[in-house]
């Protein structure tokens, strides 16, 4: 591949470095969840198209997905803790209808990023402006609960008790604080076969037992209505990995 700066997509000089991949080169966790989902085949290497960011916002990601590459991976939000990512480039073509997400938890935080996911989305063909709604708004639940209850692991029960309010936004300011719980990640697949559209948000928090999991509104539960909301606009939902993955599933 070309890696000319004429490849890179908006932002400071050298956030940006596309290339061709194999496992070594991007976080092995990062590599792991990719292989897992989208079966890239590990005797050969498991090489795919990709794009690592040393930081990401809006107008990166957006020229990053620009360049069609399977894999869009933040390394870190702090530049200086990114390491050498220019080493020999390696020849692969990319994977084709799908692509993967993973930024950190304070970059995902300060961005709309189902708003993104969805411009992609159409940009490539696959969603129409008609499903669009639905599927922006199940995503958008999908990544907030990821971010505020997986990552920073503040319960949904916590606005129900006196001040509870004032007691999720000094959890939220603390948890966004703390250097550590900003770098985990937040990972979303998105694949289309047909007239069918996966999208899965896999975070690093804790979990939870999905089979606590409200049913209907009627059901009296605190939480966990945000998936009775997904359920109605989705096809399917289905959550694994002890509560830290969301599969979302549409019809197109």
């Not at 966790?29 to 916002?57: K, P, S, T, W």
């Not at 620009?66 to 390696?90: K, M, P, Q, S």
């Not at 006196?162 to 937040?186: M, N």
């Not at 979990?207 to 999991?213: I, Q, V």
């Amino acid at each position: 591949m070309d890696g000319s700066p004429a490849c890179l997509p908006p932002g400071p000089a050298g956030a940006v470095r596309p290339f061709s991949v194999v496992r070594d080169r991007v976080p092995a966790e990062i590599a792991a969840r990719v292989a897992a989902r989208f079966g890239l085949n590990e005797a050969g290497g498991g090489a795919a198209a990709a794009v690592l960011l040393a930081q990401a916002d809006r107008d990166i990601l957006r020229g990053a997905f620009g360049l069609n590459r399977f894999l869009t991976v933040e390394l870190t939000e702090r530049e200086e803790g990114t390491g050498a990512i220019d080493a020999d480039w390696l020849g692969a073509p990319p994977v084709e209808q799908g692509f993967y997400l993973s930024l950190t938890t304070g970059t995902a935080y300060g961005l709309q990023c189902a708003v993104l996911v969805c411009d992609e989305l159409a940009r490539r063909g696959v969603l129409t402006p008609e499903r669009r709604g639905n599927v922006e708004l199940c995503l958008h639940e999908a990544i907030a609960n990821a971010i505020v209850h997986g990552n920073l692991g503040i319960p949904s029960a916590t606005k129900e008790q006196p001040e509870g309010y004032r007691l999720f936004s000094r959890l939220l300011r603390e948890r966004l604080g703390d250097g550590t719980v900003r770098q985990r990640r937040i990972d979303i697949f998105a694949r289309w076969a047909g007239d069918s559209l996966s999208i899965a948000v896999v975070d690093q928090g804790n979990g939870f037992d999905a089979a606590a999991l409200p049913q209907d509104t009627d059901s009296g539960a605190h939480s966990g209505r945000g998936f009775v909301f997904m359920r109605a606009l989705a096809r399917r939902i289905h959550v694994t990995d002890g509560g830290r993955c969301t599969l979302l599933q549409f019809d197109l």
